[in-house]
């Protein structure tokens, strides 16, 4: 567990310093990208995927507000997200390679649902 946050951290300061530079959302993207390899190399699974996906987008969004508004960094949010989309990050709903997940307890029209 110590080992995962630690890569996490890791991520989280390569983007902030990637922020802090202005550098383009594709290069964000791509430290993001970075971060979910080397997590999948070091301990065989991606286990903070989705924190990796959902922290970007706020350390994103937060630079990109001046202020403390709730209602600015939700807009601020939205726009990010929409880059990182623009970008072809992939996203929730997404693997690395494009494929579709589905979400937990979604039924595929026509199939029967299991015992329970």
């Not at 990010?80 to 979604?106: E, N, T, W």
Request: some cysteine.
């Amino acid at each position: 567990m110590e080992s995962s946050i630690a890569l996490v951290a890791d991520y989280l300061e390569e983007l902030g310093t990637s922020v802090t530079r202005g550098e383009p959302i594709g290069r964000q993207v791509s430290v993001a990208r970075r971060a979910e390899r080397r997590m999948l190399a070091k301990l065989g699974s991606n286990t903070h995927k989705g924190a990796i996906f959902i922290c970007g987008i706020l350390v994103m969004a937060r630079y990109r507000t001046d202020c403390d508004d709730e209602g600015a960094l939700r807009c601020a949010v939205s726009r990010v997200a929409r880059q990182v989309a623009a970008a072809g990050a992939p996203g929730p709903g997404l693997d690395s390679r494009g494929g579709r997940v589905l979400p937990v307890g979604h039924r595929v029209p026509g199939r029967e649902r299991g015992p329970g």
